[in-house]
């Protein structure tokens, strides 16, 4: 079986415009790259900061809803996202110690003022 010369013409006509195509589209993609950039309204953030904030204490349930996290490639920044759970346990845990810590003021005044 040989290819017919009809058809060389034709499949060099085709891979000649499939490179232009390549060409053309590169090119207009490096020039959109140039005059939009990345398309930030701020400079990016040096290489270790994060855009993460939490207050220093007494974390409310707006403060963990206004959370961002930084995007790598493989989803959220893992250190940013651990550093959050351990503050908001952390203020879990304080919040549990006073609430038991004011019961147990609270139960001996109560059974003292019981009627008997």
């Known amino acids: 079986m040989s290819v017919g ?3 060389i013409p034709v499949v060099t ?3 000649i415009y499939l490179v232009v195509m390549v060409l053309v589209a590169a090119v207009v993609f490096l020039l959109a790259s140039v005059v939009f950039g990345r398309g930030e309204e701020l400079p990016a953030l040096p290489p270790g900061a994060s855009p993460t904030r939490l207050p220093s204490a ?3 349930a707006a403060d963990v809803r206004e959370v961002r996290f930084q ?3 493989r989803g959220y920044k893992m250190s940013e996202v651990d550093w959050v759970l351990r503050r908001v346990g952390g203020e879990l845990d304080e919040l549990r110690a006073e609430v038991a810590r004011l019961r147990e003021q609270v139960e001996p005044a109560a059974a003292d003022q019981e009627p008997r």
């Open 71 to 73: 995007l790598v490639v």
């Open 58 to 60: 007494g974390i409310t």
């Open 5 to 7: 010369c009809a058809t």
């Open 13 to 15: 006509t085709a891979l």
